[in-house]
C-alpha cells in the first residue's frame, strides 16, 4: 500500500468515491486524463493525487499543505520523478476503481504496457 509523509506523520494512501469524484472533477477527460496523467507521473497532478488519497483520513488535509509535503520531499531528496511516477501510479492505475479499465487500455497496446512496467521498476 502506499504511503505517504505529511507533517511528519506517515499516512496510508488510498481513493475512495470521493477522491475519485474530486480527481474526475479537476479534467475535462474525467477518468481516462486522470490515467494518463498518473502514468505520465504529471508533476501538476500529483499533489492533487496524493491530496485525494489522503482524503479517507478524516485529517482534512488542504492541497496547500500536500505541496509544501511534496516541496520538502523533494528538497530533502526524499522524492524524485521516479518516486512520483510510482506512487501515482500504485495509487490511481493499481487502485481497484480503475485497474480493470487501464488493463483494457494497455491489452491492445503492447508496447506501451511494457514501457510502463520498465517505468514502475
Same mark, same amino acid.
Given at each position: ?34 490515467i ?20 479517507? +483520513?478524516?485529517?482534512? /488535509?488542504?492541497? =496547500?499543505? @500536500?505541496? #509544501?509535503?511534496?516541496? %520538502?520531499?523533494?528538497?530533502?531528496? $526524499? ?13 490511481? +492505475?493499481?487502485?481497484? /476503481?480503475?485497474? =480493470?479499465? @487501464?488493463? #483494457?487500455?494497455?491489452? %491492445?497496446?503492447?508496447?506501451?504496457? $511494457?514501457?510502463i ?5
Amino acid at each position: 500500500m502506499a504511503r505517504f509523509e505529511i507533517n511528519g506523520k506517515e499516512y496510508e494512501l488510498k481513493l475512495t468515491f470521493e477522491s475519485v469524484k474530486y480527481l474526475n472533477g479537476l479534467f475535462e477527460g474525467g477518468s481516462f486524463e486522470v490515467i494518463g496523467k498518473a502514468i505520465m507521473g504529471d508533476l501538476n497532478t500529483f499533489p492533487h493525487i496524493i491530496h485525494a488519497a489522503l482524503f479517507h +483520513t478524516g485529517e482534512n /488535509f488542504a492541497l =496547500k499543505d @500536500v505541496e #509544501k509535503a511534496i516541496d %520538502e520531499a523533494i528538497q530533502n531528496e $526524499k522524492l524524485d520523478l521516479d518516486g512520483i511516477v510510482k506512487l501515482s501510479n500504485e495509487i490511481v +492505475t493499481n487502485s481497484f /476503481f480503475y485497474k =480493470k479499465t @487501464v488493463d #483494457k487500455l494497455l491489452k %491492445e497496446n503492447k508496447e506501451a504496457k $511494457k514501457a510502463i512496467e520498465q517505468l514502475l521498476k
